[in-house]
């Protein structure tokens, strides 16, 4: 069993990571503020609410000095949802609030390619041979549980390594670069298939 | 990909189902049944606490942290959201989204106040109503009891503008009734909003459905009689729709 830090910024389905954590027979631990935690092997990024708003609420509980730690100590970050898009470099969201910069990109309103937005619901998310690697994934492709009004528009190819499609065009949803993975989906609540997948990133080293 | 929701409405800790949101029978445990539609398929739960705002109060907290334990797919909640904090209420103890009506109508502000915080797709517009005329309905509140006299589009173009994220609408005169959904009102409702929908009221077979679907712009339907009382399961439905061209979540 693994402790698994889940840090705590702004508003976040927190009983649903902590559940879907406990599934993989993993244990959550809630990151509230910058006390030092030890043993922590996992970090969660998780994020529901606007990507300033998460940004800041780091800030303010001085959590990022936690999070830049545990990626100098090697040990693996998952961002998720907004937790994704504050790992790249900023949204016109909040043009004013810089992202956290470990990618490449910014994002944009799905509003420019797409009719009904939010984009909520299931998708099909193609992943790539590198990803299904790193994590010993079971399978190619899935589909995940995904609500987000934004895209990354402009990307590396490098490091983005799972996509969807939205009105024919190819949109990333999971990036990847030493020990930071970043997806846009809820892997909490896309049923096993997202369980399947937190349990393999637990088991990164 | 298109998405099959199960409606549970709780009233004292049963689930409950009526025709026109009346008569309303105990059909069983909302723990066990949101269990059971989750093994069988379901893309999503939503649990209502249909006399929530009949008393100022909300029943299913703590119901929702233990079913968050066991059910990994989306869940929202609703009834009796008056306030901020009884939204919060909700989310703390596992709600993904909250479901909101009679506290819209009454101050559609507290809609823009969940929303700034909690973000618009976590927000979901509950539209009850009832057909009038020709392309008229009108809204309901406190679960069908109350007449507002709003023209049900008139308050979609409103409501939307205050942080929605998606609209679970009803028409309270199919409702129950297996006979099939107000087609009519749904092609009124996508013309107006680029929010998503979720179909609801009369869904009785795959068929069903279908025609929703098919008109286009709307990809999610709820559905409750049929799953309670076991005439349909999620799979079986998928399985019918698949071959008519629809595609669902893989496993």
Known sequence: ?205 | MKRIIAKLDVKSGFVIKGIEFEGVRKVGDPMKMAKKYFNENIDEIIYLDCVASLYNRNHIVDLLSKVSEEVFIPISAGGGIRTFNDAKKLFDNGADKIVINTGAVKNPKIVKEISDYYGSQAVVLQLDCKKLDKNKWEVYTDYGRERTGIDAIDWLKKISKYGVGEILATVIDNDGKKDGLDIDFFKNLKDVTDLPIIASGGIGNHSHIEQIFKIGGIDAVSISSIFHYNNYTANVLKLRLKKKGFVFRSL
Request: charge should be positive; hydrophobic fraction near 40%.
């Open chain 1, 1 to 205: 069993m693994k402790n698994i830090g889940v840090i705590c910024a702004g508003p976040a389905n927190y009983l649903s990571i902590c559940n879907a954590i406990k599934k993989t027979g993993n244990k959550p631990i809630l990151l509230k503020n910058n006390q030092l935690k030890k043993n922590i092997s996992h970090l969660i990024l998780p994020g529901v609410g606007s990507f300033g708003a998460v940004l800041r609420e780091i800030k303010k509980k001085k959590l990022l000095k936690f999070i830049f730690n545990h990626i100098k100590l090697k040990k693996p970050l998952l961002g998720i949802c907004v937790g994704y898009q504050i790992l790249f470099q900023n949204s016109e969201e909040d043009i004013k609030t810089p992202g956290l910069n470990f990618f490449y990109g910014n994002f944009q309103n799905l509003k420019k390619i797409k009719k009904i937005v939010p984009n909520i619901g299931w998708c099909e998310t193609i992943l790539d041979k590198k990803i299904i690697k790193v994590l010993k994934l079971p399978y190619k492709k899935a589909s995940f549980y995904y609500a987000h009004s934004y895209y990354a528009k402009k990307f590396s190819k490098k490091e983005i390594v799972g996509f969807i499609e939205l009105s024919r065009k190819k949109i990333p949803v999971i990036a990847i670069k030493e020990n930071i993975l970043g997806v846009q989906f809820h892997p909490e609540k896309s049923g096993m298939s997202g369980i399947k997948f937190l349990s393999s990133f637990f088991k990164l080293k």
